[in-house]
């Protein structure tokens, strides 16, 4: 395996694990929290928001690291 893939493999890795770990925290609880269908649907969207802030703060985050990574370093 050449180191690509490595750091291929390991972000998917990390990428599932976030992705299960934001099913299981937020997004199972927000759904069965209701019983309507409309409040659901409505606790999804915004469950789906929360997904996409995190998101966007994690790559902000990230660039910031890129960023200053030469001058801290």
């Known amino acids: 395996m050449s180191n ?6 390991v972000g998917g890795g990390c990428a599932l694990i976030g992705l299960t770990a934001f099913c299981t925290l937020i997004l199972v609880p927000a759904l069965t ?6 409040e659901r649907i409505a606790a999804l969207v915004l469950s789906v928001y929360v997904l996409a802030a995190l ?4 790559i902000l985050l990230g660039a910031l690291v890129i960023l200053e990574w030469p001058r801290v370093f």
């Open 4 to 9: 690509d893939t490595i750091t291929y493999v």
């Open 33 to 38: 929290a209701y019983r309507r269908p409309l």
């Open 55 to 58: 998101v966007g703060v994690g």
